[in-house]
Structure formats: structure tokens, C-alpha cells
């Protein structure tokens, strides 16, 4: 290659890649042209590229990318136009933003904190409170974190905003104050991993958090980093979980949880201090305040979860961790918290705003609806099913039929089965696009 070809891909590189996040991949109909792609775009923002890849005869392979000049209108065309029709294709746009070309084809599981997430510097006087009263101007805020020096305890002069929508994420990137000097950030590193100057914000992230914020949980060598953080989430506020060790003296695994505040933490602490998980084994939760103690207390003499199964029923697989995690959701019903938590919005998860999490009917719960759900193109993970059915109130139960993408949802309250038709039908869980009806009369026992 030429120095003249070469730099000319240079730019065209970097073009598509400033500003950041501003360019769009789009699963599409095969029959989707580039007038119909102009006409449903360009009213959010300025196009400046529309690319529709085709194969060695010139046909549309059903997937395309569109530029544009600001992050803010990408931002905006995909709350809009993600899931929906354009033109007269009745084949459901899928809209996402699309990888740098250095980053290939992959999409990484952390994709939301790339887009959410804004690394910006800040005096090293300003506090929290105010960084985040600046910073809900431009959307709801979901956390602040001031990074802060693990001896001194003072900030570093750096902090992350993450915000709930990618829209508020991308006006803040675009009109905040210059003197923050706002870039996306990167996903945190995977454990072990630190930035070059010696932070990691995952593995060592405690240091920029209030003592009151940061949880020691001791707990089963049986569960896994995952099932943790999965567990710790219902708690609004949670940041993250990481295991850190295996204890030897105990056979157990000890693990830290990190809350955006110290209401939620001191929550988190109350409710799930004692709770069996798995069940027959219980979690030991308790403020950090010695990172190099030993752990021979015992766990508390009245645990909140009372059923006494045989030991080592340990769950295995994501629908025994889903049956595990729905009673947890059971046990706590509101975490009473001021933390604007009344919906939420992940487009990676569900592709509508969600009610906030609210506990399961009781599996005797006499079905007063039925729904009947059809996955394309495949089901999502049950646990997201369940929590996102569960929503909107009296969820008895949700399974798949076994070896299909479809399946039932049964609630002990009709209005909310309604309500869960109107809201999720034509919508997207995980990926997966929903389709939600009222089912036919049962014939039988529910388990089909």
C-alpha cells in the first residue's frame, strides 16, 4: 500500500470514529435502500455517511452503518428507532452502536459501561454531591465516584459519571463544562487487569469508596462471581462484586460488594446478612473494615431465609440460580431507598424503561392469567425473564417449554398480565425480541 493509500484509510478511519459513538450498526430487510435509511435518519441529526454492505452480486446482505456528525443524534436515533419498522418493511430495525474498526466484529459483555460510563477530571476539592447535582442537569445520574488515594484518602482529581440512558451520557460528553475534559470511558478491566498508572478501577476501586460503602462477604466456594454480583444487584446502588479469595482455615470464598452510597450498602447488609445462598449455606456480610483479617465467626443464629433443604443442593445452572435469586427478590421488597430507582433504562438488557423490581406471587398463588411468550431467535437467560416479567406485580412463575424458544408466564393478578402484554410485546429482552399474548385456555397442568 501506497503512503498516500495508507493515509487516506487513516482518515477515513478516524472520521468514522470522531466524535466517538457517533456511528450506528444496523440489522435491517434485505430490501431497505438507501433513500429509506436517509429519510428515517436524518431526522435526528445530520447523516454524513449511510454504508449498506452487499455481497459479490451487489445484494444487500441485511446489514448497514450510518454516521453521524454529533453522538447525541446516534444516541437519539437508536432510543427511537431501535425495534422499530421503517418505511414499508415490516422486518424490525435492530440499532446499535456500532465497534471502532480497531475493535472487530465482537460485541464486548461490557458494551454498557463503554456508552454510559464518562471518565472526567475535576478539582480536587469537589465533592460528590456536587459533581452529581452538575451532572443530573444533563439526565439522571445513575452514580458518581470520585477516585481517591488509597493512604490519604483525598482525590486524585479524577471521577466517573455513569448514566442510565445513553442520550444523557452523550449530551453531558457533548455540552458539560470543557474543563472536565469528558472522554467515554473503558470498560472496567477484567480481574487482574490494571490501567498503566496503576489504578484498577474494579480490582482496587474500594480505595475511592467511604468505608461505609464497601461490603466483605464470606460465602460457599460454590458460588461464583456471577451468581454474587447477581445476588448483591437487587439492592439498588450496587457498583460492583469481585471474589477475592479463597480462605483456607474455612473453606470459604471471600468476596467484596461496593455500593454508590452508604444507605444502600448499610441496606444490602441488613437483608442479605444470614440469607442461604445456595440454600443450606449462609452468607456472611459485614462492613469492610480489615482487609487482612480471618473469618471464624459463625454466620448469625436467626437467618433471614428460614427453608432448611438438604445440604449441598448448591445451584448449578442459571434456572436454579433464577429460583434462588426470585426468593431473594421475595425477601426484599423495597429497598426504600432515595436513589431514583422507580424505572430503569438499559438498552442491552430490555429495550423499554423498567418498573423497579418487585417481589414474586406465592408459588401456591391461584393463575388468574396466562401469557404465552415467543422468543426470535432464541430465548434470553431465564433470570432476565423472570426479573423483567416480575416487574409489573404478581408473577407466579415464568418457564420455557422444553427444547423450544417459547413459554408461559402465569400471574395471580390479570391487570398485571395485561399490562405486562401492552409493555413488552414487540419488545427486545437480551437480544431477544418478545412476543407477548394472552395464552389459550389450559388444558391441563401448567407444565405442559
Known amino acids: 500500500m501506497t503512503d498516500f493509500k495508507r493515509k487516506s484509510a487513516e482518515r477515513e478511519v478516524n472520521s468514522d470514529n470522531a466524535p466517538p459513538n457517533s456511528r450506528l450498526f444496523i440489522v435491517c430487510d434485505k430490501d431497505i435502500t438507501e433513500d429509506d435509511f436517509r429519510d428515517a435518519f436524518e431526522e435526528y441529526g445530520t447523516v454524513q455517511k449511510i454504508e449498506i454492505h452487499r455481497d459479490k452480486k451487489g445484494e444487500s446482505k441485511g446489514i448497514a452503518y450510518i454516521k453521524f456528525s454529533k453522538t447525541s443524534e446516534a444516541a437519539l436515533a437508536i432510543e427511537t428507532l431501535n425495534?422499530?419498522?421503517?418505511?414499508?418493511?415490516?422486518?424490525?430495525?435492530?440499532?446499535?452502536?456500532?465497534?471502532?474498526?480497531?475493535?472487530?466484529?465482537?460485541?464486548?459483555?461490557?458494551?454498557?459501561?463503554?456508552?454510559?460510563?464518562?471518565?472526567?477530571v475535576v478539582p480536587k476539592d469537589q465533592v460528590e454531591a456536587?459533581?452529581?447535582?452538575?451532572?443530573?442537569?444533563?439526565?439522571?445520574?445513575?452514580?458518581?465516584?470520585?477516585?481517591?488515594?488509597?493512604?490519604?484518602?483525598?482525590?486524585?482529581?479524577?471521577?466517573?459519571?455513569?448514566?442510565?440512558?445513553?442520550?444523557?451520557?452523550?449530551?453531558?460528553?457533548?455540552?458539560?463544562?470543557?474543563?472536565y475534559k469528558p472522554v467515554f470511558a473503558d470498560p472496567r478491566p477484567s480481574k487482574g487487569e490494571e490501567f498503566s498508572n496503576g489504578f484498577s478501577p474494579r480490582g482496587g476501586s474500594d480505595t475511592s469508596r467511604p468505608e461505609g460503602c464497601v461490603l466483605t462477604v464470606v460465602c460457599s466456594p460454590s458460588v461464583n462471581e456471577d451468581q454474587l454480583w447477581r445476588l448483591f444487584d437487587l439492592i439498588p446502588g450496587l457498583d460492583y462484586c469481585?471474589?477475592?479469595?479463597?480462605?483456607?482455615?474455612?473453606?470459604?470464598?471471600?468476596?467484596?460488594?461496593?455500593?454508590?452510597?452508604?444507605?444502600?450498602?448499610?441496606?444490602?447488609?441488613?437483608?442479605?446478612?444470614?440469607?442461604?445462598?445456595?440454600?443450606?449455606?449462609?452468607?456472611?456480610?459485614?462492613?469492610?473494615?480489615?482487609?487482612?483479617?480471618?473469618?471464624?465467626?459463625?454466620?448469625?443464629?436467626?437467618?433471614?431465609?428460614?427453608?432448611?433443604?438438604?445440604?449441598?443442593?448448591?445451584?448449578?445452572?442459571?434456572?436454579?440460580?433464577?429460583?434462588?435469586?426470585?426468593?431473594?427478590?421475595?425477601?426484599?421488597?423495597?429497598?426504600?431507598?432515595?436513589?431514583?430507582?422507580?424505572?430503569?433504562?438499559?438498552?442491552?438488557?430490555?429495550?423499554?424503561?423498567?418498573p423497579a423490581p418487585q417481589p414474586l406471587a406465592p408459588m401456591d398463588s391461584n393463575i388468574a392469567e396466562r401469557l404465552f411468550v415467543v422468543c426470535t431467535p432464541s430465548p434470553p437467560p431465564i433470570y432476565a425473564v423472570?426479573?423483567?416479567?416480575?416487574?409489573?406485580?404478581?408473577?407466579?412463575?415464568?418457564?420455557?417449554?422444553?427444547?423450544?424458544?417459547?413459554?408461559?408466564?402465569?400471574?395471580?393478578?390479570?391487570?398485571?398480565?395485561?399490562?405486562?402484554?401492552?409493555?413488552?410485546?414487540?419488545?427486545?429482552?437480551?437480544?431477544?425480541?418478545?412476543?407477548?399474548?394472552?395464552?389459550?385456555?389450559?388444558?391441563?397442568?401448567?407444565?405442559?
Open 83 to 120: 425495534g422499530r419498522c421503517i418505511g414499508n418493511h415490516p422486518r424490525p430495525l435492530k440499532v446499535l452502536i456500532a465497534n471502532n474498526r480497531d475493535q472487530g466484529n465482537s460485541r464486548d459483555c461490557k458494551e454498557e459501561e463503554r456508552l454510559l460510563r464518562l471518565f472526567v
Open 242 to 354: 469481585e471474589m477475592k479469595r479463597v480462605d483456607p482455615r474455612s473453606n470459604r470464598t471471600v468476596g467484596t460488594a461496593v455500593y454508590t452510597n452508604t444507605r444502600a450498602a448499610s441496606y444490602a447488609k441488613k437483608k442479605l446478612h444470614g440469607f442461604e445462598y445456595p440454600p443450606g449455606e449462609r452468607l456472611i456480610v459485614k462492613f469492610d473494615s480489615d482487609h487482612n483479617h480471618h473469618y471464624h465467626y459463625a454466620p448469625p443464629a436467626h437467618p433471614v431465609y428460614q427453608q432448611q433443604p438438604p445440604p449441598h443442593s448448591y445451584p448449578q445452572d442459571l434456572k436454579s440460580l433464577a429460583d434462588t435469586i426470585a426468593q431473594a427478590t421475595s425477601l426484599i421488597k423495597a429497598a426504600n431507598l432515595n436513589d431514583n430507582c422507580h424505572y430503569s433504562y438499559d438498552p442491552s438488557y430490555c429495550s423499554i424503561a423498567l
Open 386 to 448: 423472570k426479573d423483567v416479567f416480575g416487574r409489573f406485580g404478581g408473577l407466579i412463575d415464568f418457564y420455557f417449554l422444553n427444547g423450544k424458544r417459547c413459554g408461559y408466564a402465569l400471574f395471580s393478578q390479570a391487570d398485571s398480565a395485561m399490562e405486562a402484554v401492552s409493555s413488552l410485546n414487540g419488545q427486545e429482552i437480551c437480544g431477544a425480541r418478545m412476543k407477548v399474548m394472552v395464552a389459550e385456555p389450559s388444558k391441563g397442568n401448567h407444565t405442559d
Open 130 to 179: 456536587d459533581l452529581k447535582e452538575y451532572f443530573n442537569s444533563f439526565g439522571a445520574v445513575q452514580y458518581v465516584n470520585i477516585v481517591k488515594d488509597r493512604e490519604t484518602r483525598l482525590s486524585k482529581g479524577f471521577a466517573y459519571i455513569k448514566y442510565y440512558r445513553l442520550i444523557h451520557a452523550a449530551k453531558a460528553f457533548e455540552t458539560c463544562d470543557r474543563s
